[in-house]
């Protein structure tokens, strides 16, 4: 016994100590009553100080591990619990036990999906992300903004905060949404940890106008199609019945909008305005307008994701829905700033209506209390100290400067494809509808190259003539490596098929 102890750096010794003993009592290798080594004989057989081993056995004692016997030594206690009358151990099949949302989240999640076999040997173009490129992150401003917040509050952070929020960065956050062109006026606002926290406790709050409340399928949602796989995925789990309207170059296809309005009552929509992922299209001015009329005249509540508005490449600022939308409550904008700044501290927003966020707060209250007040606070005082300007300013053109290369790839290379959009950390492609992406993705995976094929943003399982190219993390020169195998190997499947169908956008 006692040869398998290995000390690793970093970790106190007597700490690792202590660690050793209790997992050799756990496993039972020590067992209730039996004397441990003297401390200087441990210390031997371990190769530590005799003090480490001195306070791995004081802290085993407080914990009531061990006790000391006065003149005779430290012996193993009994752990209360275990080592009673034998318990038949039970097993349960947990996979019966899931529920219809448990069961759709797994059907839905495209991480576990199977992806085609990569060789090891060789180095992967992936063209699947769309995160922001950490090698832009400003690091020492993080840090200094988490050392200045901490200086002024600390003690305060590390406590318990308040469901809706770190009042500071609210302060900010309806400032910066007021400076978009939205009237605040009967408005307030809920931080959530990431956009994706907003809409689920959106989804898990409302319920249809006919009273439906959670028979799966009884509440009906209108949204662009294609559209974010998250929203699918949440809005199917809340059971949620969706209506997908095809896109145009400019947005939404109006009157396939208001068919879909005349056929039936819609609880709610959920939209992407601005460099709507997968397709990067940014719905035009008048296009806003008019389906905020369109769906005012419905009485249609809109979910608004506003996830990418910073990341304006050209053209002149597009307002947001809940801006248009001026003085009335039918819009519920979701905010965050995973793709502009640092997704890794997940703080989104929820700003609408006041009556509904008051709701919306006892929810999230319910479930989680509060996002992390440490996040919260440190977004706040980074963007307090004025980084965010510099920052966006920054990944904006270094984003731009990749998207345009990849575009003009896009154009030379996979001239089969017609390309959709007007920005974002991604482009989107079409062939002809005959066409399989994901035997696209098979073949050039085997070359070492792989992106997401386009089918799972699709609501009514079209789609699989499409494919996204996440670009924020790819290195130019595998940017251009990488979309010349795809068109290559594009025009080589194309060639073996007859001619082909339409496009979309
Ligand atoms: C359409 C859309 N909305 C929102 C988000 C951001 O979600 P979160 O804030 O939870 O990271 C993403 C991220 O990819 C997205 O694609």
Redesign the pocket.
Known sequence: MFNEFKLAAGTPVYLQVKNYILWLITKGALQEGERLPSTRELAGLLGVSRGSVITAYESLQDEGFVHAVTGRGNFVAGISGTGGAALEPWHMDWSERMNHQARIAVELDHMKRKQPVLSAEREIISFTS?APDEQLFDLDNVKRAFLDRMAVEGRVLLNYGYARGYKPLINYLMKYMERKGVNLAGKEMLIT?????GLDILLSSLRGVEGAESVAGSIRVLCENP??H??IKNLRRHGFAITGIPMQADGLDLEALEQALQEQTYDCAYL?PSY??PTGIVTSAEKRLALLQLLGRYHVPVIE?G??EELRYSGAHVAPLIAMAGHGNGVVY?G?F??VLF?GI?I?WVLADRELIDVLESVKRARSIHTSTLDQSLLYQYLHNGHLEKYVKKARTEYKRKYELARACCEEFVPDARLAGNGGLHLFLEFRDDFDTWELLEACAAQGVIFTPGDMFFIDGGGRHTLRLGISRVKDEDITKGIRLIGKTAAKLLANKPSGGTPMY
Request: charged share 15%; proline share 4%.
């Open positions: 769309i940890s990431g956009f994706t926290e559209t974010h998250t929203a992407v709507h992922n994701d996830f990418n979701l965050s995973s793709k997704p997940r989104g």
